[in-house]
């Protein structure tokens, strides 16, 4: 995934990630890493981490205990609860247009006589 449609996804996952452990930026994109976003832009994080911070959704402070410079370690707020299940719920609604589109383009590829569908093998 690339470009905006992975900035348009930044926020749901980043609240994801601090809903199941709070942590620092580049423990965040370690863990985007893990979930199957290797080309994520730390810019890009940083910049959607101050947005959720904006509105709310995360509080931030500073963690200076173990090794290294100080960190800053972001926390999932009550809000940011809120915001993650609305974002699961909307994502879900994608979830099924995107497999409807698949499985209805898949179909239209296994009835004609055209290259063979790129997400023909896609399982759902």
């Known amino acids: ?3 905006r449609e992975l900035r348009g996804l930044l926020h ?4 994801l990630l601090i809903f199941e452990r709070p942590g620092h930026g580049y423990d965040l994109i370690d863990r985007l890493k893990a979930m199957g ?3 994520v832009e730390p810019g890009h994080v940083y910049r959607a981490l101050r947005g959720l911070e904006r509105e709310r959704s995360v509080i931030s402070g500073w963690e200076t205990t173990g090794p290294g410079p100080a960190r800053r370690c972001y926390q999932l707020t009550a809000k940011g ?15 099924q247009v995107i497999g409807a589109c698949l499985q209805r ?4 590829f296994a009835g004609s006589r055209r290259a063979p569908h790129p997400y023909a093998a896609v399982r759902r």
């Open 1 to 3: 995934m690339h470009g």
């Open 37 to 39: 976003l290797p080309d």
């Open 105 to 108: 383009s898949a179909a239209a």
């Open 12 to 15: 749901p996952f980043l609240l």
């Open 81 to 95: 609860s809120e915001d993650l299940r609305s974002c699961l719920a909307h994502l879900a609604e994608l979830d």
